[in-house]
């Protein structure tokens, strides 16, 4: 993205700084574009019109963009693994705080995922089956998990603190996540059908945008002043 001429725009580039192209400007602001799984195309939210901030798709081209919700407020787009949804928030809801909702890629009925609290920062299953929230309800942030299907959440991760951030393994057994039980934030693992968490950091800074890679290890950042990124062999770290 890029705001050179007054507006946020959509631009491509090569890795290596080569071949810039612009794909989406408009009379409002793009922002949050992310590549659809086959990347033929990616979503981003627009408030362009008379919109707030709904949820736009185009073709890895750019050009013309399709208008997927008109509830406003939206933030956060995230496809679903096989394409079909993509999941965002909105706080424009009937209660006035971030709940999350699901759209169909091509179009379609707007569906509400959550409404009971604060809920935001969903991470979709590596089999699309479950979503992991970040949930308030008045006393520090929880981390829950949504059945698709059913739509029902199941709490993970209830300390009386903040638990949030929280990432799949690339096999889907297992969760990371962030929480400040000892005053700053330190990185914990727990199995992704619930259970008990380990702590796998044990540093005076605060850790956090923790990510699997597929060789067993977790990539996570460290900030103590300077921001720095470490990374550590996960399994190694788990009790036996």
Do not use: C, K
């Not at 073709?59 to 993509?86: C, E, F, H, K, M």
């Not at 700053?184 to 890679?213: I, Q, S």
Request: charged share 20%.
């Amino acid at each position: 993205m890029s705001d050179r001429n007054g507006s946020s725009e959509i631009f491509v580039i090569a890795p290596d700084g080569t071949g810039e192209e612009l794909l989406i400007t408009s009379d409002g602001d793009e922002f949050g574009p992310q590549w659809s799984p086959d990347g033929s195309g990616f979503a981003f939210v627009s408030d362009r019109g008379d919109s707030d901030g709904d949820v736009y798709v185009a073709t890895a081209s750019g050009g013309d963009a399709q208008r997927l919700t008109s509830i406003g407020g939206a933030n956060g787009v995230q496809w679903s693994p096989d394409g079909s949804w993509i999941l965002f928030v909105s706080q424009n809801t009937e209660s006035g705080q971030a709940q999350l909702f699901m759209v169909p890629s091509g179009g379609g009925d707007l569906r509400q995922l959550t409404s009971d609290g604060y809920n935001a920062g969903g991470e979709w299953s590596p089999d699309g089956s479950q979503i992991l929230v970040n949930h308030h309800s008045g006393e520090g942030f929880d981390i829950g998990v949504i059945d698709v299907a059913s739509g029902e959440m199941t709490m993970l991760a209830t300390e009386p603190a903040w638990e949030v951030g929280a990432r799949y393994s690339p096999d889907g057994e297992w969760i990371v996540y962030q929480g400040n039980m000892e005053g700053n934030f330190e990185l914990y693992v727990m199995p992704a059908a619930g259970g008990e968490a380990t702590r796998v950091t044990m540093t005076d800074a605060d850790e956090g945008n923790a990510r699997f890679t597929t060789d067993g290890h977790l990539y996570y950042q460290v900030a103590e002043g300077d921001t720095d990124l470490w990374y550590m062999d996960v399994e190694a770290a788990l009790p036996e």
